[in-house]
């Protein structure tokens, strides 16, 4: 399996707290109202606070598994790092895979689990250039 995301990865196996938040809403000037186009956050879940484990880490964002959300959910991630502390973090799921998936590599079966794909809108400078560290020493 090749990996050809844009992001270098820290693998990670730490455990979280996800909460669906949706978004704050916009009052807008009617002229600029006319104009204006938005992607909305889902809001079906919104509430929904569960237990997951982040899996993997970038600086861009993390693979979250365990419950699903819907695409375009906008969460509230909290966790540890191991020498970083605790990460609050607001992201967007942009990819869900819906149930553990198993694919063949070059040494045998590798089971892909549940969860979702999570874009950081919201993560403290200092913790992203924390990241950008701990995965550059890999």
């Known amino acids: 399996m090749s990996d050809n995301r ?3 990865r820290l693998v ?3 455990p979280a707290i996800v909460e669906s938040i949706g978004q704050v809403p916009m009052t807008l000037h009617p002229n600029l109202a006319a104009v204006f186009k938005r ?3 889902d809001a ?3 509430g929904k606070r569960f237990p997951a ?3 993997d880490l970038s600086t861009n964002g993390a693979f ?3 419950p699903t959300l819907p695409l ?3 969460v509230a991630v909290k966790f540890d790092i191991r020498g970083l502390g605790s990460v609050d973090a607001v992201g967007w799921v942009l990819w869900q895979r819906t149930d553990d998936c198993e694919l063949p590599s070059e040494h045998g079966m590798v089971t892909l689990p549940k969860g979702i794909g999570v874009m950081f809108e919201s993560i403290p400078l200092e913790t992203r250039a924390a990241i950008a560290t701990l995965v550059a020493k890999q």
Request: charged content about 20%; proline content about 0%.
């Open 72 to 74: 375009l959910s906008r």
């Open 64 to 66: 979250i598994s365990g």
């Open 44 to 46: 079906s879940t919104i």
């Open 6 to 8: 844009r992001a270098a």
């Open 53 to 55: 484990v982040v899996r």
């Open 12 to 14: 990670v196996n730490s």
């Open 39 to 41: 992607v909305e956050a």
